[in-house]
């Protein structure tokens, strides 16, 4: 991931160092609860651990960056082989609502799957969480049913690689 995506009113960036003090003053503690995140020193080291990921290539870790140089969400998408889906989401609260997320979703599924060979990734969303249920499927997100998660019943969902003609 080299390249910065832009957009009318947010970028799109690698996951950087430079970034992870202003990516923790916006994982609010509202953002925390709904991803079960115990604190933001747990989050630190999610972090420093998706650098090294990155490093290697393991996964591709995108910051959402408002106008104003500030993180405002992030959007991973880790190797096929989640055990509670590939995709990790969060936008700072102050953002829902207006269509960004949905936005940006769609323009890091683009640049994902133009620099993999993946046919889809997919997402777990528990069954409670509605919002992020609405949002990914208005991102384009196919639901494919009700599953067994790790803190109750989750919904299954999957973003296909529309260049890819093969079936999953």
């Known amino acids: 991931m080299d390249n ?20 923790l003053q916006q994982f609010s503690e509202t953002v925390r609860e709904a991803l079960r995140v115990t604190s933001i020193d747990a989050e630190h080291e999610y972090l420093q651990a998706a650098l ?7 996964t591709h870790f995108y910051l959402i960056v408002a106008e104003s140089h500030q993180v405002i969400g992030a959007v991973e998408i880790r190797k096929p082989e989640q055990s509670r889906g590939q995709l990790y989401t969060w936008l700072n609260e102050d953002y829902w609502g207006i269509g960004l ?29 509605r ?8 991102a384009g997100f196919a639901d494919l049913g009700i599953q067994d998660g790790a803190w109750g019943k989750d919904y ?13």
Request: hydrophobic share 35%; aromatic share 12%.
């Open 4 to 23: 910065k995506i832009t957009s009318k009113n947010f970028n799109i960036i690698p996951l950087a160092s430079s970034y992870v003090a202003s990516y």
């Open 52 to 58: 090294e990921k990155q490093a290697k290539g393991e």
């Open 101 to 129: 997320f949905q936005e940006a979703m769609r323009k890091v599924a683009v640049d994902y799957f133009s620099k993999t060979q993946e046919r889809y990734f997919d997402a777990t969303v528990e069954i409670n969480n």
């Open 131 to 138: 919002r992020s249920y609405r949002a990914l499927k208005k």
């Open 156 to 168: 299954a969902l999957v973003l296909r690689n529309k260049n890819m003609t093969t079936r999953l």
